[in-house]
């Protein structure tokens, strides 16, 4: 017949209740941590205090003539209009978008804007011939 322990009945209880306490105080970081991680990933952590920035790229002919860094939410600054000889400005272009005004946008991500151009040597029809970068 195996012994039967004796636990001291003060001793027994003061010892269960400091593992329970440690091991809260040692899963309140480990989760917390865990938690933050998430958070940061699926893009809520910035919005809790740590700013996260973009790059925001702007490519005439494809060439980046200029790249700002600007807080996540936030609204872009942009209000240059690049040149080239023997074409007009026509505005910018994002993933094949043409975007009115950028300048109203919010930055949740890097983002790239293509300059369009009409090219003015064409013939004046009343067609508009957009020079996109890609071949469209």
Sequence with gaps: MAKEK???PR????TKGFAIA???LIMIPCLAVAAFGVLDIIGVFPLLGSPRYYYVDFVVDNEII???TIKRGEYIEYDFEPTKDEFE???WDCDGNKIPDIVK?????????VALFKDLRKSSSSSTSINWPWGK
Aim: proline share 0%; glycine share 8%; net charge positive.
């Design 6 to 8: 004796k636990e001291h």
């Design 11 to 14: 001793l027994g209880k003061a």
């Design 22 to 24: 440690a091991s809260i």
């Design 66 to 68: 200029d790249t700002k």
């Design 89 to 91: 400005f026509k505005g």
């Design 105 to 113: 946008r919010r930055v949740y991500s890097d983002i790239v804007f």
